[in-house]
């Protein structure tokens, strides 16, 4: 039984090799109907969020009730897909109803236990909405919807839960969470640290520039930004704050330097994915898209950090304390392999992404035979892919549950439709114009970013928002970035800042300090999503490499300008020319 909340207890890593295996299976076994694979990956999500994460005697009974009884309903519609199929999203029966209602608190009280009460707030306001909307005066009402209709569509057809949100879950993000829980498991971290020291470590700043490479790296696996403060923030921090940075500068040069890797190809923290279904966008288009502004952000918070160079000693790491060739040579290849072979099967094979990645994962486990010094263990090898197997279950199942919720909203969009009534309001409230539009798009994201992750917030704002945004001439993958850079504000901007709350305590400084630290090295996530439409050709890298190029190098400028001029020790009125040079050169040169 899952009594135990040990990791690495036997119980969890069965559950974890299952999890595994499901996820990677479906990939090779064929089409499965979207009403046997999304509630089976349901099912195998409840333990990780219910049990697992239990922390009181009471989580754990009652996490053991809903997911036992939360199983036996998503078996129900895994054994009963084909008839529910036929029934087009309309409920028949007391016991259906049940099952469907009881799916639809069982979606709220996972995201509820997994992230908080934000994300299931919003869901509860979308669903009052569905119910009693159309007792709401003005453009906002809505007809009504029959119960059996509302819930049957929800729960027994693709339109909520079970709806393509939670199909990109499934099918793609899992397999890349598979494949950075089998890295992370390896030397692959070593091997990005080592890299990034050899790299960086004898520069002016240089433990600072080791930070943002290797959270670059990292984050380009995990894509997650707390996941990512924790893993390299542990090594770089102590490392800062022994070299004499101050600490609200080490918490916010890792805290800026791990949100980054949100926006760094290839999983992006899952909105990748996500982006291709939404925008029907090839996922390698997605990537080429996003790549020079991911690049553009880290080339911004490396010169903050030279900027903060003229206020501060920072200097380099003494060689001594760094990587021979030979270790770094070794270590890398713990993460250059399987990254040749992910990105060799997707550009020269010509595979999906999810079969790239299942065969990058293979690679990477068998890599878990072998230590830094390349000794072959199968002791250790055991260990290490218990320890893979039971991280990726967790983080499957945690942006499986934000999804799945989520998923509730933009059924409630759909149905209602609320979503067409909120973009009506933007085109009104900017006048049909596209700047105040930005803004207004530009704001939700950052309020709604400061309340649910994310991916999550990046789904809901462009459900709502990017038809506006397109219907005013943006192209569909340039608005779908925008708002997704936006949804990033909140992990270093307050009230609400993830990542430095997490640099912050790692470091033991004021939040806030470091907070206003990290908004101006990360100054990149404010203006570069704004310079991506004033310069659309940046995104262009597959079609137009050498426009993309020189917009890039244009806009990099551009950014300099601006980081030394928030940063720098000048003189003020020097430091406010510098200001408006850069916005110039990104705007209107």
């Known amino acids: 039984m899952l009594t135990t909340n040990s990791p690495l207890h036997p119980a969890w890593v069965a559950l974890g090799a299952m999890t595994v295996i499901f996820h990677i299976g479906l990939i090779f076994y064929g089409l499965t109907p979207a009403l046997v694979s999304r509630p089976i990956h349901m099912a195998l999500i409840l333990p990780w969020i219910l049990i697992f ?182 090594i770089t921090i102590p490392t800062m704050r022994r070299l004499g940075y101050p600490k609200s500068l080490a918490g916010a040069v890792e805290a800026v330097a791990s949100s980054g890797g949100q926006i760094m190809p290839p999983l992006m923290g899952a909105g990748a994915f996500v982006m291709v279904e939404l925008t029907g966008t090839p996922y390698t288009q997605i990537m080429a898209a996003a790549t020079l502004p991911a690049l553009l952000y880290f080339f911004t918070v ?86 893979a197997v039971v991280t990726a279950g967790k983080q499957i199942a945690m942006i499986g549950a934000i999804i799945i919720c989520a998923s509730l909203v933009i059924g409630v969009l759909s149905l ?71 949804a990033l504000l909140s992990t270093i901007t307050p009230p609400v800042c993830g990542g430095v709350f997490i640099a912050a305590g790692m470091v033991e400084e004021n939040w806030l300090k470091v907070a206003l630290k990290a908004m101006a090295l990360g100054i990149g996530l404010y203006v570069i999503p704004l310079a991506m439409v004033a310069n659309p050709d940046i995104i262009g890298l597959a079609t137009a490499p050498l426009s993309a190029g020189l917009y890039t190098l244009k806009v990099a400028v551009g950014l300099s300008a601006i980081s030394y001029g928030v940063i720098a020790r000048r003189a003020f009125w020097l430091r406010t020319l510098l200001v408006i040079a850069g916005l110039l050169v990104i705007f209107w040169v």
């Not at 036996?72 to 087009?88: D, E, R």
């Not at 250059?336 to 994962?361: C, K, N």
């Not at 709502?464 to 993958?477: F, K, M, Q, T, W």
């Open 53 to 234: 994460a239990a922390s009181t005697p009471l989580q754990r009974i009652s996490g053991w009730v809903l997911t036992l009884l939360g199983v036996a309903a998503c078996g129900y519609i895994a054994f009963n897909s084909t008839s529910l199929a036929n029934q087009y999203g309309f409920i028949y029966g007391d016991t259906q109803m049940i099952i469907g209602v009881f799916l639809i608190f069982l979606a709220l009280e996972m995201a509820r236990r997994a992230i908080g009460w934000p994300l299931p707030c919003v869901a509860l306001l979308a669903l009052a909405y569905a119910v009693f909307g159309d007792h709401m005066p003005g453009q906002f009402g809505h007809p009504g919807l029959p119960m059996q209709s509302f819930v049957g569509t929800l729960t027994i057809a693709e339109g909520g839960l079970w709806g393509k949100l939670t199909g990109v879950s499934v099918g793609v993000v899992a397999v890349f969470v598979i494949f950075g829980a089998v890295l992370n498991a390896g030397e692959a971290g070593r091997g990005f640290m080592n890299m990034a020291s050899a790299f960086a470590g004898r520069l002016t700043g240089g433990a600072a520039k080791v930070s943002v490479i290797s959270s670059a790296l990292m984050g380009s696996i995990s894509g997650s930004a707390s996941a990512n403060v924790a893993s390299t923030g542990a």
């Open 302 to 387: 490396w010169m903050g950090i030279n900027a903060y160079a003229t206020r501060h000693d920072l200097r380099p790491i003494a060689a001594s304390e760094q990587p021979t060739r030979k270790e770094v040579v070794v270590t890398s290849l713990f993460f250059a392999v399987p990254f040749a072979i992910l990105l060799e099967r997707i550009f020269v094979g010509g595979y999906t992404p999810q079969y790239a990645a299942s065969i990058a994962v293979l690679a990477g486990v068998l890599l878990l035979l072998f230590d830094v010094t390349l000794t072959f263990s199968f002791r250790q090898f055991w260990g290490r892919l218990g320890e």
């Open 416 to 486: 209602t439709g609320l979503g067409v009534k909120i973009t009506s309001g933007i085109l009104s409230l900017s006048g049909e114009m596209l700047w105040p539009a930005l803004l207004l798009t530009a704001l939700a994201c950052l309020v709604l970013g400061m309340e649910v992750p994310t991916t999550a917030a990046y789904v809901i704002c462009v459900s709502v928002a990017g038809p506006a945004l397109i219907a005013l001439g943006l192209e569909p993958l340039l608005a779908h970035l925008f708002v997704f850079w936006f």
